[in-house]
C-alpha cells in the first residue's frame, strides 16, 4: 500500500485551485521509518506527503485543533478513521463543505515490528465510508464496504471472559495501576473534543489528578463509556499511551456488548447515524438492562 505520489499530486492541485488552507497527511519523522502527522500550509511542502503502511495515526483527531478549525482543510482518511469524520459531522463538529476528504481503501498498517496490527487483522471496514475522491478502490460515492468481513469479537476480549473473575480483576488493577493519570489516551481520540472534559472537572473527586489506582479506574472506565457505541478501533489512543496499556480491552469490550444488543451497530459507517444509544426496536434484547 503506497499513494504517497498519488496524495502529493491531490494536496498540490488542491492548494494550486484554492480549495484548501491546510492539508492534514503523514511525512516521515526523519529518525527512522516511522511516520508522524504534518500539516501542511505551504504547497511547496507537499513533497513532504507519504503514505504507506506505516501511516498507522487517525488524522482525524487534528480536526479538533486550532490549526484547522474554521479553515478549509484537505486530509487523508483509512477506513477506522472515515468513521470517526463520519462521526464528528453527524455531532456537527465540522462541516463537511470546510473538508477535501481522499480516502483509503485500506489493507492494514503495521506496527514498529511491521506486524499488522491487530485491529486491522480484525478489520471490517476497511475502506474509507466518506471521501471525495478514493484511493485503492473501485467504487466512487459516499459509501462502499468492499472488503468487509463478518464481525467477530476481539481475539483478546474472548481471551478475557475465559478467565477466572479473580484472575480478571487482578490483570485489571494492574492495568489501572500502571496508568499515570496523562490524558494522552483522550487527548489523542478523535471523538474526545470537549472543551471541558467531565474527568478534568476539579470538583469531581471520584477522577481527582491524584495518580491513584481509583482514580485511573474511574477516570478510564467513565472514558470507555462515553466511546462507548462511538468508537471506531483506530487505536490512537493506544498508540499514544505511554504506559503501553491495552486500551482496547475496554473498547472493544463496549463494541462487541452493542453489536450484540443495538442491532449490529458498529460506530460510524453510516453517515449521519446518531449511534447505537438512538436506536430501538421491540425486537431488542433487554435482559442486560439493570
Ligand atoms: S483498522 Fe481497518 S481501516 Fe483502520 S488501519 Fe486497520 S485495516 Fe485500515
Ligand atoms: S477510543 Fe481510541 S480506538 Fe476508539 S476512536 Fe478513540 S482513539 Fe480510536
Ligand atoms: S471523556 Fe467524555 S467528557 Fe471527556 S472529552 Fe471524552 S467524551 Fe468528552
Ligand atoms: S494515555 Fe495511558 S497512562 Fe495516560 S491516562 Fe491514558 S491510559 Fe493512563
Wanted: glycine share 6%.
Amino acid at each position: 500500500m503506497n499513494y504517497t505520489k498519488q496524495i502529493q499530486d491531490i494536496a498540490a492541485k488542491l492548494f494550486a485551485e484554492g480549495k484548501i488552507d491546510v492539508f492534514v497527511g503523514y511525512r516521515m519523522n526523519g529518525f527512522d521509518d516511522n511516520q508522524v502527522p504534518v500539516l501542511i500550509t505551504d504547497p511547496q511542502d507537499v513533497s513532504k506527503l507519504v503514505f504507506t503502511d506505516k501511516s498507522v495515526f487517525n488524522l482525524v483527531n487534528y480536526l479538533k485543533s486550532d490549526h484547522t478549525r474554521r479553515k478549509r482543510v484537505g486530509l487523508v482518511v483509512k477506513g477506522c478513521d472515515s468513521r470517526s469524520l463520519n462521526l464528528m459531522l453527524t455531532e456537527s463538529q465540522v462541516k463537511r463543505q470546510n473538508l477535501y476528504i481522499i480516502g483509503i481503501a485500506c489493507e492494514g498498517v503495521v506496527d514498529d515490528a511491521g506486524q499488522k496490527m491487530q485491529n486491522c487483522t480484525e478489520c471490517v471496514v476497511p475502506d474509507a465510508v466518506v471521501f471525495d475522491e478514493l484511493l485503492g478502490g473501485t467504487l466512487s460515492g459516499s459509501l462502499t464496504l468492499t472488503g468487509s468481513k463478518p464481525y467477530q469479537v476481539n481475539a483478546d476480549v474472548t481471551a478475557l471472559a475465559a478467565m477466572p473473575l479473580t484472575e480478571r480483576a487482578a490483570y485489571f488493577e494492574e492495568v489501572f495501576e500502571n496508568c499515570i493519570r496523562c490524558n494522552a489516551c483522550r487527548h489523542s481520540c478523535p471523538l474526545c473534543y470537549c472543551a471541558k472534559c467531565c474527568i478534568d472537572q476539579e470538583t469531581a473527586t471520584l477522577y481527582n489528578g491524584a495518580n491513584t489506582t481509583s482514580s485511573a479506574f474511574h477516570a478510564l472506565m467513565t472514558w470507555s463509556l462515553h466511546l462507548a457505541g462511538r468508537c471506531v478501533d483506530c487505536r490512537n489512543c493506544e498508540k499514544a499511551c505511554p504506559s503501553h496499556l491495552p486500551l482496547h480491552l475496554l473498547h472493544k469490550q463496549n463494541e462487541s456488548v452493542i453489536y450484540e444488543n443495538f442491532q449490529e451497530h458498529l460506530a460510524g459507517v453510516i453517515p449521519e447515524d446518531r449511534g447505537a444509544f438512538y436506536k430501538y426496536s421491540l425486537k431488542d434484547p433487554d435482559d442486560f438492562i439493570m
